[in-house]
């Protein structure tokens, strides 16, 4: 992500929004969640439960429709998690194949 002089945040890659199921794994914990949404350079995540893993920190998600992605933890809040895909790992391939096959527009859904 690039900063603007305004002191935003600008996104590097268009994020699409996605209901996705997957397990986020980081050493020895693990935790079901759903990507919200995604990106060729990473995807934000539902988290079912509490997760302890910082900023930084290198995660693995495994989901039936997108395979194994590896990434890093860049922002976490209120049970969700933003990642940034590892660049040496085949994530962007495995998303641009996800979004040519297998992706389909869905409305946003309120948080409760």
């Known amino acids: 992500m690039a900063v603007n002089n305004l002191n935003m945040t600008v996104r590097s890659a268009p994020r699409r929004k996605t209901r996705i199921a997957g397990t986020l794994k980081y050493y020895g914990q693990s935790v079901n969640g759903r ?25 693995r998600i495994d989901s039936e429709e997108l395979g194994v ?40 859904v309120l948080r409760g």
Not at 35 to 59: C, E, K, R
Not at 76 to 91: D, E, K, V
Request: glycine share 8%; proline share 6%; net charge positive.
């Open 35 to 59: 990507v919200v949404n995604i990106s060729a350079t990473g995807l934000a995540l539902d988290l079912s439960a509490p997760f302890n893993a910082s900023v930084g920190s290198p995660i």
């Open 69 to 108: 992605l590896e990434g890093i933890v860049k922002w976490s809040h209120s049970g969700r998690l933003g990642i940034q895909f590892r660049p040496n790992t085949n994530a962007s391939a495995q998303v641009a194949a996800y979004f040519r096959f297998f992706h389909q527009d869905v409305t946003p």
